[in-house]
């Protein structure tokens, strides 16, 4: 196939995505935006709160810029209901597969449901979504990707505990139930549903091309069939016990002490995180090879082997099981790992996602180490999520921890720009409630769904410039705010630079944060604690001798730009001499340094370009060092 879509294009291509308030869908939209496409998300209603906490979400692409929009299709059944939605866009991802009112309760058991109920709108609104898609003549839609859950591939009973399903399979549900009628479980009728729209699409999509082609066009499409899908709700975190449990009681609960499941739902257990099954989508629109192909999108358990330890962690009241009676279901997704370049995380990482940071120790020197974790908090009265970082509180908690860490929380509810994580509430709870509450000192912080910044850069290879600039300039922001408090931070590096959802910057983590300067009179103080994290901290800091606050973030911040630009923190500092006095200047907005090339920390730069092609050591300073000395120099 030819190249279908790419971001590079000017104006960036125009993707219509429903399904948007979904649980797949914000992540979706993430990513469309990330790699630089414009979006249109259909919604059924602009004022629900889930659409008003999209936008919110992703605040910083609506408006002017022209990257985000909504639009409103009430009845996606209604004829032509996409017909004005699509005009103009190059691509669509449907995401959005409406079920039977009430359906919501699927069993074993027949409910008398009609079948149609579940398969009339799968079916009719997928097909007419394709048709809005691209039966007019003015449509400029060239490829449309669909999701249709492993219900249209997996096929029960399994014939064999080795039976392996491709993308060749095909459920047999829809046999079942024309065998059985409305008797028919309202399982079967919904996975039949799936099938049934699934195989309509292709149906279309073969007639369709046959026209287009006699007239010279034609557009393609690309079916993902993702499991049970795991992982973070950017927009309802919903309790992830709830989906772990059901998922994993699937895979060893005995059906016969839970009729709530099908016997033949016993031996599943295939699932996909949600942010791989969302970047599978964004994939599938850019890769030419995807065109036409129907793709598993899965990652699982395939033995049972691999479960002791999930068991043991999260299942203490799912009953035992007879592993003689359990039948794994298995996937081939070499197609995915091979069409899409997939790479699927791992259910422990999905599992833990929950939990921002795991277990980890803020150590600094001449502090003791304290135990603390993140995790996700949830206000389901009002529907907004959080990060709650919790300081364990022991009989072994000194006054002077308990005084850093009250420090901490003074420092950072002063703090409030765009680019500092806002710190929202805290709350301690002492050990005289034991009994009730778990000790310690719960800080409700805000939520940077977006991760750290130390995972968006590649080891040795770093960021593209325009990136480095852009995560760079809002380092600088932000510190420039810190420092007009007197405020110094201290612990700058990657780890601690947070992302929302839109990409926003956030500088967090205060705990060894310091008051440096009164914003009443102006009158500063130098500092003598030695603390910090190798390799960010700076060189005045090997001595015992006090210290000017300032200089030492604008340290931080030269290794974490060196570090975006190579992808490494590794090197002597004498290497940002230079960039200590580059970025002094734009910590002080000197008008000067504005008309210089590192006012744009790119490859344009000339001090940049000549430390990675070697010819700076042949300017001073670095034609009086030893040969010895620059030899370790080279050595890094």
């Known amino acids: 196939m030819p190249a279908i879509i790419s971001a590079s294009q000017t104006p960036p291509p125009k993707v219509l995505v429903t399904g948007g308030t979904g649980y797949i869908g914000p992540w979706v939209i993430k990513y469309l935006l990330e790699d630089g496409f414009r979006v249109r998300a259909v919604v059924r209603d602009e004022t629900s709160w889930k659409t008003v906490k999209l936008k919110e979400l992703f605040a910083s692409y609506l408006g002017d810029t022209g990257r985000l929009e909504f639009y409103v299709v009430e009845d996606f059944l209604k004829e032509d209901a996409f017909g004005e939605a699509v005009k103009g866009v190059d691509a669509v991802v449907h995401l959005a597969s409406p079920l039977q009112v009430g359906s919501t309760a699927i069993g074993p058991e027949g409910g008398g449901v009609d079948a149609d109920e579940y398969i009339k709108p799968a079916r009719d609104g997928t097909l007419g979504l394709l048709k809005s898609s691209t039966s007019s003549p003015d449509s400029t839609v060239k490829r449309v990707v669909y999701t249709s ?219 003791v180490p ?125 780890e601690n630079l947070l992302l929302d959802a839109a990409g926003t910057l956030k500088i967090s983590d205060f705990g060894l944060s310091a008051v440096y300067k009164l914003k009443d009179t102006g009158r500063t103080r130098m500092l003598t604690e030695r603390c910090g994290s190798l390799p960010y901290v700076a060189p005045e800091l090997a001595n015992e001798q006090p210290y000017n606050a300032e200089p030492v973030d604008v340290w931080g911040c030269g290794v974490i730009l060196f570090t975006l630009l190579v992808g490494s923190a590794c090197f002597p500092f004498l290497f940002l001499r230079f960039v200590l006095e580059v970025m002094s200047g734009l910590l002080t907005m000197d008008e000067q340094m504005a008309d210089t090339p590192w006012d744009e920390p790119t490859i344009r730069s000339p001090e940049f370009v000549a430390y990675v092609n070697g010819t700076i050591f042949k300017e001073d300073p670095w034609r009086r060092i030893g040969e010895q000395a620059l030899g370790t120099i080279f050595s890094f």
């Open 149 to 367: 859950s492993t219900s249209a591939i997996s096929r029960y009973p399994l014939t064999s505990p080795h039976t392996v399903f491709t993308e060749e399979d095909w459920g047999r549900d829809p046999d079942i139930l024309e065998e059985q009628g409305n008797k028919a479980s309202d399982f079967v009728k919904y996975r039949a549903s799936k099938t049934l729209a699934e195989r309509a699409a292709w149906e279309y999509h073969r007639e369709s091309n046959k026209k287009d082609e006699k007239e010279g066009g034609g557009w393609d499409l690309v079916v993902l069939n993702p499991p049970f899908v795991l992982g973070p709700n950017l927009i309802s975190a919903l309790p992830i016990s709830a989906g772990v449990q059901w998922w994993f009681s699937v895979v060893i609960k005995d059906s016969s002490s839970d009729p709530s499941f099908p016997t033949t739902l016993r031996g599943s257990c295939p699932y996909v995180d949600v942010r791989d099954a969302a970047r599978a989508h964004v994939e599938a629109l850019k890769r030419p090879e995807a065109g036409g192909e129907r793709v598993i999108v899965i990652e699982h358990a395939n033995s049972l082997d691999n479960l002791p330890p999930l068991k043991a962690s999260i299942t203490k009241e799912i009953p035992d099981f007879d592993r003689s009676e359990v039948t794994m279901m298995s996937y081939n997704n070499e197609k995915s790992k091979r069409v899409l370049g997939m790479e699927y995380m791992e259910y422990e990482k999905t599992l833990s996602s929950t939990r921002i940071s795991g277990p980890r120790h803020a150590v600094a020197t001449r502090r």
């Open 370 to 494: 304290i135990q603390l974790s993140v995790y996700r908090a949830t206000n389901f009265k009002e529907h907004r999520v959080a990060a709650c970082k919790v300081i364990t509180i022991s009989d072994k908690t000194s006054e002077k921890e308990r005084k850093n860490v009250e420090k901490e929380m003074r420092v950072h509810s002063a703090l409030k720009h765009k680019n500092v994580l806002e710190f929202l509430n805290a709350i301690i709870v002492e050990l005289k409630h034991r009994h009730t509450y778990h000790p310690g000192i719960y800080i409700l912080l805000e939520l940077a769904a977006g991760g750290d910044l130390f995972d968006k850069i590649a080891p040795d290879k770093g960021v593209s410039d325009d990136l480095a600039h852009y995560y760079f300039q809002q380092v600088i922001d932000g510190m420039q705010y810190i420092h007009s408090q007197g405020v110094c931070h201290r612990d700058l590096k990657p």
